[in-house]
């Protein structure tokens, strides 16, 4: 997995695994192990305070309060914090759906005993001495070290070149199935630093929809992506959380009812959304290759955060947030942006006002003009195209124009070129235009 900082936008960060075997376990075990009661006393104490004095704990209280604890002593600094911090995420995503109307969500609660928690080492936290990562725990113990194989902190682009990462962060994870630990993997985020985009070349702007992404590209071409076994996926997928939630929420947390379907809800989800990253990797890094085959330095994508805002004051039923929430709109955005820098292209959120209801030829504004099955018609120049081919080309003029109404094309579009769901295969292949 591989992103790029929000708030570096052209830095490279890049996660590379490595499996390390179970006779790791005896090394590792006591530190994660430490970790999860970090985890849990974190659960414990937010409770009480919850239940003495009516609010939450902060942050900073709980990093406090733990820091004279046994479990805390036994890890690097850092890495305890991070078990905090990581609890209070959580914490904070809860909250965040139950705004959203999921009112079946739990909060975040205990873990057992031997429960394998990931450990993190930040900068501070881990040394590199070649091959060797020395990974550091509290000051009176010895360091644990991993050797890696040979050009471990290289990173291959697309293009074939090679680039030498340097690690910001290391993670150690447990793989268990069927409850039982399969194998420890190291996680290495390596910062690939700052990636040269192209400065000129063409545009392309895309639509993301729930059953079709569209992109209109400055060259004149026009995409549809029809992503209706996506959409079921994740609509199939959020039915299942909420039917498993809603019988968690009726038994007592901890009894063997309740762990039994926590099990089988982590066992179900699982699969369904290796299906889905899958399908979201292909689409994405057909994003990027048609882009870089044209030639493209911007990509373009609908600005989130304002969808997001309207979605909150605008509509607060639970329908509309559901509909929000359908698709993973950002991550499916970041995993579009990190692969378009990989291949040197920029990719540059834009506003989506008025890019549904305004004619992308002539420039005449309509929001009747939508007609039902996703066509626009419009009433002044004729126009008859797929209503999120339409919004992807007013998504470019506005990007190049500042404004897609009350203007027309500066050239015209070609015929849209149609993508579908390969199952088969799994990717993505071009279709004729009827299939649409
Ligand atoms: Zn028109």
Redesign the pocket.
């Known amino acids: 997995m591989a992103w790029s900082d929000k708030s570096h936008p052209h830095r490279l960060l890049l996660t590379k695994q490595f499996p390390l075997g179970l006779e790791m376990l005896l090394v590792f075990q006591p530190v994660m192990q430490a970790a999860n009661r970090i985890w849990n006393s974190c659960v414990w104490h937010s409770r009480e305070t919850f239940k003495q004095e009516d609010r939450w704990p902060t942050e900073a209280e709980l990093k406090a309060k733990f820091k004279s604890f046994a479990a805390w002593k036994e890890l690097h600094s850092q890495s305890a914090q991070a078990v905090v911090e990581e609890y209070f995420e959580a914490v904070s995503s809860y909250r965040k759906h139950r705004e959203n109307g999921h009112h079946e969500m739990n909060p975040p609660g205990f873990k057992p005993k031997n429960h394998l928690r990931t450990v993190t080492w930040k900068r501070q936290g881990f040394d590199v001495e070649d091959n060797t990562l020395v990974l550091k725990l509290s000051r009176k113990k010895e360091p644990i070290k991993v050797a890696l194989p040979e050009g471990w902190n290289v990173v291959t682009l697309p293009d074939g070149t090679g680039v030498r990462g340097i690690p910001v962060e290391v993670k150690v994870k447990a793989v268990v199935r069927r409850r039982k630990v399969e194998n420890l993997v190291l996680h290495v985020t390596f910062d690939l630093g700052v990636m040269p985009v192209y400065r000129t070349g063409a545009v392309s702007a895309y639509d993301y929809n729930s059953a079709t992404f569209a992109r209109a590209a400055s060259n004149g071409q026009l995409d549809l992506f029809v992503c209706r076994e996506l959409l079921s996926l994740v609509q199939y997928r959020n039915k299942i959380l909420a039917e498993f939630q809603e019988k968690i929420s009726r038994c007592k947390e901890g009894s063997r009812r309740w762990k039994r379907l926590q099990a089988a809800k982590v066992h179900r989800l699982r699969r369904l959304d290796r299906r889905i990253r899958q399908m979201e990797h292909a689409l994405t890094k057909l994003f990027a290759q048609l882009d870089e085959a044209e030639g493209v330095a911007f990509a373009v994508v609908g600005d989130l955060t304002s969808l997001r805002r309207s979605a909150r004051t605008g509509m607060k039923g639970k329908k509309a947030s559901q509909k929000i929430n359908q698709m993973a709109y950002e991550r499916l955005q970041s995993e579009q942006r990190y692969k378009n820098l990989m291949r040197g292209i920029e990719t540059d959120p834009w506003t989506e006002k008025y890019t549904s209801t305004t004619?992308?030829?002539?420039?005449?504004y309509n929001p009747g003009?939508r007609k039902h099955r996703g066509l626009w018609v419009?009433?002044?120049?004729?126009?008859v195209l797929q209503a999120d081919l339409n919004g992807a080309a007013n998504l470019l003029k506005q990007y190049l124009f500042g404004t897609c109404t009350g203007r027309?094309l500066p050239s015209a579009f070609g015929e849209p070129r149609v993508w579908r769901w390969d199952g088969r295969h799994n990717r993505f292949v071009q279709v004729s235009s009827r299939a649409a």
């Open positions: 004619c992308c030829t002539c420039g005449a003009w419009c009433g002044r120049c004729g126009l027309g």
